[in-house]
């Protein structure tokens, strides 16, 4: 009931205006009754406490509650560190600090690692929920050429290829049991040759896929693919692609198209299986996010070129705040 009666009512206004109204006819009617007098210094206790975390009100009238101490999350945010990225990773790390500000504000339990990848991944920060030890090793980041083997790095990332070496990691990297575990990937390339021999897959001999894109689900591109989706479906992961999909033609067929998410212009209302009957129509129901909903998982695609709007804020409020949830 208080739940609801704070999602009804501002409850610092809502006490605040109601003390007003009965302070002004207290003193203007003359009748300085007992009963109008609690009720007054009750609705002043409340009006001051509500301003605060206080340890004496309900839960549900506190901001950091115990609903939000019991989601746990753990953010893997994978980074494409070559050159046509440098241009979009100002308002990336924005987003992130904003998003990674936020939920500290709010109480939850959630924690941040970061993988940097261009030819092979390396590990740049070991869990933390620090957002200015996040924001110090964001502004770290030089920026280089090299290979993008996206699909791999995922793999490499959860522990789920043949040769699992995460550079500057002293181990592979834990995920909490009891979290909820997601991945936020920033690139604008398609996914190229595997870095390592031993993760490639039959059939991949060249440093980029075949032009047209192979429907074979045999042939080993595609099973780069599967591979990779059933080692987030077996490991329950989350996916949040951060792509551009209209820059390379294979950037599609291997992780989505982003103008077919069904959707909102300002990234509300996501229906996933809308989203998947729009992917399987136009030819793209064997790409990674199709592969991961038709399982039951959670994938978004957005256009990474948003990053480069001004205003960020559907981004960070409308995807990255929501993915506590999903």
């Known amino acids: 009931m208080v739940g609801a009666f704070k999602d009804k009512f501002n409850k610092k206004y809502f006490f605040f205006d109601n003390y007003r109204f009965l302070r002004y006819n207290y003193i203007k009617s003359g009748e ?149 575990k997601k991945i936020l990937l920033f690139t604008d390339e398609y996914s190229s040759l595997p870095y390592y021999i031993e993760n490639r897959f039959a059939g991949q001999t060249t440093s980029d896929p075949p032009n047209p894109f192979p429907t074979d689900t045999n042939n080993g591109w595609c099973l780069e693919i599967t591979a990779t989706a059933d080692a987030l479906i077996n490991k329950d992961f989350s996916l949040y692609l951060f792509i551009d999909s209209g820059r390379y033609y294979f950037t599609k067929y291997q992780f989505s198209d982003t103008t077919l998410q069904f959707q909102n212009a300002d990234y509300t209302k996501f229906d996933p299986d809308k989203t998947l009957d729009n992917l399987t129509n136009n030819g793209l ?10 399982s039951g998982r959670f994938c978004r695609a957005i256009n990474i070129n948003d990053f480069t709007s001004i205003d960020i804020s559907p981004i960070i409020n409308n995807v990255l705040i929501p993915s506590v949830d999903e």
């Open 32 to 180: 300085k009754s007992m009963k109008k007098f609690i009720l007054i210094i009750f609705l002043s206790f409340f009006y001051f406490s509500c301003s605060f975390n206080n340890p004496f009100l309900p839960s549900a009238l506190n901001d950091n509650n115990d609903d939000n101490k019991s989601k746990i999350n753990d953010y893997l945010i994978i980074i494409d560190k070559t050159g046509s990225m440098d241009a979009k990773m100002t308002q990336i790390k924005n987003s992130v600090i904003s998003f990674v500000t936020q939920l500290k504000l709010n109480g939850y339990d959630n924690r941040f690692a970061l993988i940097l990848f261009g030819n092979y991944p390396e590990l740049l920060l070991n869990w933390t929920d620090d957002a200015d030890i996040i924001n110090n090793a964001l502004e770290s980041i030089t920026y280089t050429g090299g290979i993008e083997a996206v699909l791999e790095v995922i793999r490499i990332s959860i522990n789920s290829a043949v040769n699992n070496t995460l550079f500057d990691a002293a181990e592979p990297l834990t995920f909490r049991e009891n979290a909820r």
């Open 285 to 294: 129901g064997e790409c990674l996010q199709a592969k991961l909903l038709k």
